[in-house]
């Protein structure tokens, strides 16, 4: 069950289907994380973080809306970009 007022796992991938994924390193982000954060509040827009995944290491997934953004940061950040599925 999901909590009142909570978009669906389908509908969030629908509104932000942009997908970045950052490596994370051992001793974690730092510095950047916070480049990251300040990336999405100079565009004014909101910071979407979604469920990471191990493989190896960690990986921390950011979902945007527009392509153009989750491009530029991808290149940025140096993540790698791909399309939600409903699937997923």
Known sequence: MRHKGRSTSKTFKRQFPHIVEIAV??????????????????????????????????YLRWYFADPTTAASFAVEFGGTLFKATLDD
């Open 25 to 58: 390193p051992p001793r974690g982000l730092g510095k950047r994380l916070d480049l990251m954060h300040a990336f999405h509040s100079d565009r004014e827009i909101k910071a979407c973080l979604g469920r990471g995944r191990r493989d190896n290491k960690d």
